[in-house]
Nanobody
């Protein structure tokens, strides 16, 4: 059974960093693009970043570009989201998701494109 488990969330002050992890079990990540999404209270889920299954292509939402970095380690069956210079508006539940696109270069930050989801990890940025 395909399973994704996020970890690494927490409560941090503005300007600091966090690294989220997304561990897969029941399948190998090699052929799956991985996306990170977040949902703030009262708001819709938004796409944050995506990395292609080969790892050579990435995509970021404008609000996080230059601050967040997505990566993957297929040997560890894990993907990561390094979040630097965190802002209060980055607060929310962060989800990772996986999808097997036909093209191994394809990326997307549209939630509707993804087929498997984790349960989420809470990130709170507050002074």
């Amino acid at each position: 059974q395909l399973q994704l488990v996020e970890s690494g969330g927490g409560v941090v002050q503005p300007g600091t960093s966090l690294r989220l992890s997304c561990a897969a079990s029941g399948f190998t990540l090699d052929y799956y693009a991985i996306g990170w999404f977040r949902q703030a209270p009262g708001k819709e889920r938004e796409g944050v970043s995506c990395i292609s299954s080969r790892g050579g292509s990435t995509s970021y939402a404008a609000s996080v570009k230059g601050r967040f970095t997505i990566s993957r380690d297929n040997d560890k069956n894990t993907a990561y989201l390094q979040m630097n210079s965190l802002k209060p508006e980055d607060t929310g539940v962060y989800y990772c998701a996986a999808v097997r696109f036909t093209s191994r270069r394809r990326v997307s930050i549209l939630a509707a494109d993804f087929t498997s989801w984790g349960q989420g990890t809470q990130v709170t940025v507050s002074s």
